[in-house]
């Protein structure tokens, strides 16, 4: 490896965020907080377990940022020619448009990220905190991580918390509890956003769409020519194929499913 790969920005990024998770918990450690006093207590599980979850969550922060969020592939693969049959359900209303940037056909869903440089399936976003982007591959684990990220801010902010004590003088109060001050204002940033991103997610994922077609329907043709969103099969599916890959299939069958089923409703009305 380069010398210079090691100043690439997602080394730099996930090595900031290790940092910083480890320097927080450190800070909690060494003041009077709560972990403090069940250390003394010899009540040893509640820190243990504190640890555990920060390392879970720092372990699912890497795994998310790692991995493949669900590029596609410039060479098909053999799982990747059965989608491509299935294609032909679609309506030709609906043609599977090529990337101009990497000059692969794009399934539906599909968006290609500047960042990354390739074409991401199920496109969500591209998360600058870790460097990667968030699509159908890494799309669940990027939930469980925001979710377990949250309990661990929140229990950390009471934690910083439980060792203010704001009744000494404020000169001796600022130089004994100045940073612990400084990590629960940053925590509590860091509780907001972390609470705001999770909630926006499960939204999305309820209703089985994406941050990306959330934000520019008006400019995706797959949603402009359709009244709602096609992909919508309702709460359960929804949450069903989301986190379990069920029921399975390529989402341009899903598509046509739903266009069929509009037309047997139309039928029915007249």
């Known amino acids: 490896m380069a010398p210079w790969a090691l100043l690439s920005p997602g080394v730099l990024v996930r090595t900031g965020h290790t940092v910083l998770t480890w320097g927080i918990t450190l800070v909690l450690f ?13 009540e040893l599980l509640l820190p243990l377990t504190f640890l555990l979850l920060v390392l879970g969550s720092l372990l699912l922060y890497l795994a998310v940022s790692l991995m493949d969020p669900g590029y596609v592939n410039v060479q098909p693969q053999p799982q990747e020619e059965v989608k ?14 090529r990337c ?33 982007c968030v699509g159908e591959r890494n799309h669940p684990l990027f939930v ?16 910083a918390w439980s060792g203010l004590h704001f009744f000494q003088p404020w000169g001796l109060w600022l130089r004994s509890s100045g940073l612990l001050f400084a990590t629960f204002l940053l925590l509590s940033l860091f509780s907001l956003v972390a609470s705001l991103l999770l909630a926006s997610h499960l939204y999305l994922v309820a209703s089985n769409t994406t941050t990306w077609e959330f934000i520019s ?11 709602g969103n096609p992909f919508d099969r309702g709460l359960t599916r929804n949450l069903a ?6 029921p399975s299939g390529s989402w341009e069958t899903l598509w046509a499913e739903g266009e069929e089923e509009e037309e047997e409703g139309r039928s029915q009305a007249v």
């Open 30 to 42: 060494l003041h009077d907080t709560a972990l403090r006093q069940w250390e003394e207590q010899g």
């Open 100 to 132: 101009r940037y990497c000059l692969v056909l794009q399934p539906l869903r599909a968006r290609h990220c500047r960042e990354c440089r390739r074409c991401v399936r199920r496109y969500d976003h591209h998360c600058p905190w870790m460097e990667n």
């Open 144 to 159: 469980a991580y925001l979710a377990l990220q949250l309990v661990v801010l929140l229990w950390s902010l009471y934690l």
């Open 217 to 227: 329907s008006h400019r995706i043709a797959y949603l402009r020519q359709r009244p």
């Open 84 to 97: 491509e049959e299935q294609t032909a359900m679609v309506p030709q209303a609906i043609p599977l448009r």
């Open 241 to 246: 194929h989301f986190f379990c890959g069920w």
